[in-house]
């Protein structure tokens, strides 16, 4: 059997649909070669490329003009997302100024208007900007979840946006569907965190009735030289909260992590290094060991509780044991 004559430069590497392929000069025979792979109907991409998320939205976006949006565009900008949404079997789409909804196999088409500013023509797809995709998750997602989106959202490294943009933003959505969640979400969400574990510790602590931990606060040492930037702290008490999360277990990071610990320890800090192990009570119902331990330091540094402990148990979420990414996609 011949060997299939090259694609043209401008088709080589991604995806393209039927129309791009004939305009570039290929027959129809030459669309249905072996050496081309058919991520949706209507577009063809090289088989040598991976079917990635990405390949399929680009494929889609492509074939129907439509925006990217909700899952499928928090996994393209990276959003920790639960693990029950992991697959991205279904690709979220969004059409244009209001069109009809796309209808295909594995797309969950919808229907509104997106103004320009909420549309991000990137070079490989047009997704929705990451302050529209946040709001969008607000109809998917758990408030817990939701504010750890958010938190990613204003995180301390490459934030894909500001607390005043955030704002803004919200202030501009009222009575939209998804409002209400978003703005209650907002309340408790912080910028310059650095993993959604983290969030994760500190939504436990205030739902168990603890005072809220600063985050990432500069530590200094005597002579006010900057010492380290602790996970959480309470520098009233000064208390130092470090998670530690699957990279941690590495040799290099060990001692780095000993060495973080024993020279805040020589300031007069106290310091807790806590696990997943320490989010997930031994048995249902019991109190997770991080409250007690966070409890016990604080009542250790002369704080006294302001009212009765307000933990409740919840249903425990599918979760795998924590890797460094444990929430992410």
């Known amino acids: 059997m011949p060997r299939p004559r090259p694609l043209p430069p401008a088709l080589q590497a991604q995806p393209f649909t039927i129309r791009q392929a004939t305009a570039a000069g290929l027959t129809r025979r030459r669309a249905r070669a072996l050496d081309l792979a058919i991520p949706c109907h209507g577009v063809r991409a090289p088989a040598a490329v991976e079917i990635t998320l990405l390949v399929r939205a680009r494929g889609l976006a492509l074939a129907t003009g ?124 912080r910028a310059n965190t650095d993993s959604p574990k983290e969030t994760e510790l500190r939504l436990l602590l205030i739902g168990a009735g603890l005072p809220e931990p600063a985050i990432n606060v500069p530590m200094f040492n005597e002579t006010g030289g900057w010492a380290q930037d602790p996970d959480m702290s309470y520098e009233e008490f000064m208390i130092a909260i470090q998670y530690d999360g699957g990279h941690h277990a590495t040799p290099a990071q060990r001692r780095s992590d000993i060495y973080r610990d024993e020279n805040a320890r020589g300031l007069g800090w106290l310091v807790l290094v806590l696990t997943q192990l320490d989010l997930n009570p031994l048995v249902p119902g019991m109190e997770p060991s991080a409250i007690t331990k966070v409890r016990r330091a604080l009542t250790s540094r002369g704080w006294k509780p302001a009212r009765q402990s307000t933990f409740r148990p919840t249903a425990p979420r599918h979760a795998r044991p924590d890797d460094g990414r444990a929430f992410t996609v």
């Open 66 to 189: 439509a925006v990217v949006s909700h899952l499928s565009a928090a996994a393209l900008w990276g959003f920790p997302l639960p693990l029950r949404f992991e697959d991205h079997a279904v690709i979220h789409l969004t059409s244009r100024d209001g069109a009809r909804a796309v209808r295909r196999k594995n797309v969950c088409g919808h229907r509104f208007a997106l103004p320009d500013e909420e549309i991000v023509d990137g070079r490989y797809v047009a997704c929705t900007s990451p302050l529209r995709t946040w709001f969008d998750l607000a109809g998917i997602l758990s408030l817990q979840e939701l504010i750890i989106a958010g938190d990613f959202l204003l995180q301390r490294r490459a934030p894909l946006a500001t607390p005043g943009a955030l704002d803004a933003f919200l202030a501009g959505k009222q009575g939209r569907a998804g409002y209400a969640k978003a703005t209650k979400a907002r309340a408790l969400i």
